[in-house]
């Protein structure tokens, strides 16, 4: 079984829904990440936690909102998304200080009809 | 800015065969780490190996190898006598040294997809 549990595997929405995707990590670490993953790109990441404080934004749109309550616990939020949304959305969490191998979830494979 | 680059965009071996995944990066920093991540149809990425930027001592585990030279910037994978468990997209990744209080970040290249059959 992972360290990193994400939920759910698949989720198809349309574009006016709202969902969530969750991650929870059982490796006692302090950073959690979100990540995204489109069909022949690299991968993007989009947000850092460190300590339950987010440390970095890449530009993300507003139609995604992170939110994390505690070291173990990160959420996507998600509202109002675009077709070109849908992709793998990977979470990973690591030990600081930086430098440490992050350790990732299954992934949650997002369809935006 | 760092950059990773994998030039092989996709493998394809037959079983037994050895294979070579190669990673350039770049990196403005002397203190740097490298990995090695593989990713199976599943979509996990599996961490395979970190180096650091002061270690340049190949590495060698089970039927994986790992070279670095820092003289050509590069963290080479070798997979000897491949299997077919061995089919997954490989991904290299660079992160610059951080201090206590602040999180990883890594900057990952665009993968290499391996394919090994039968």
């Known amino acids: 079984e992972t360290g990193v549990t994400q939920t759910p595997r698949h989720l198809v929405m349309g574009m006016t829904n709202k969902k969530s995707l969750k991650c929870e990590q059982h490796l006692g670490h302090n950073a959690m990440y979100w990540y995204k993953q489109s069909a022949k790109k690299p991968l993007e990441l989009m947000f850092v936690y460190n300590f339950k404080e987010q440390t970095e934004n890449n530009s993300v749109p507003s139609r995604f909102s992170p939110e994390c309550p505690n070291s173990s616990h990160l959420f996507l939020h998600l509202h109002t998304l675009q077709p070109e949304d849908s992709a793998l959305y990977l979470c990973a969490s690591s030990q600081e200080p930086g430098g440490q191998p992050q350790h990732f979830g299954d992934g949650t494979r997002l369809s935006i009809l | ?118």
């Open chain 2, 1 to 118: 800015a760092q950059k990773v680059t994998q030039a092989q965009t996709e493998i394809s071996v037959v079983e037994k065969e050895d294979v070579t995944l190669d990673c350039v990066y770049e990196t403005r920093d002397t203190t740097y780490y490298l990995f090695w991540y593989k990713q199976p149809p599943s979509g996990e990425l599996v961490f395979l190996i970190r180096r650091n930027s002061f270690d340049e001592q190949n590495e060698i585990s089970g039927r994986y190898s790992w070279n670095f030279q820092k003289s050509t910037s590069s963290f080479n994978f070798t997979i000897t006598a491949s299997q077919v468990v061995d089919s997954a997209v490989y991904f290299c990744a660079l992160s610059e040294e951080r201090y206590t209080g602040t999180a990883s970040k890594l900057t990952f290249g665009t993968g290499t997809r391996l394919q090994v059959t039968l």
